[in-house]
């Protein structure tokens, strides 16, 4: 625990191993990160998730800059989906105009 407000804050970072960290030079890694705690009503509570990364290499630069910021809004998934499409051929107008035929 790096910084902690009972009932209103905390937050983590990660404990390093530099033997590790050295070996293994993952794309990105986990800095540190943080949940934000507001009431909500008598039995409910809001959480925000703060998470911030360091990128490692052009990959992981690539990562941090395209995939971070849509996992961080919209989850996972539909992140990785939207990177996906990037890449995905679009068809011709010539191949669309036979497939609707």
Known sequence: ISEWAPME?????????EVEDREKRYMLTLESQAFLLRPANDDHTDVTLFATVASHGPRGWFAARIVWPGYQRQGL???????????????????????DS
């Not at 804050?9 to 191993?17: D, E, G, L, M, T």
């Not at 679009?90 to 669309?96: A, I, L, M, V």
């Open 9 to 17: 804050y905390i937050s983590f970072a990660p404990v390093r191993n």
């Open 77 to 99: 998934r539909s992140a990785l989906d939207a990177l996906q499409a990037l890449f995905e051929p679009q068809p011709d107008e010539d191949e669309q105009t036979h497939a």
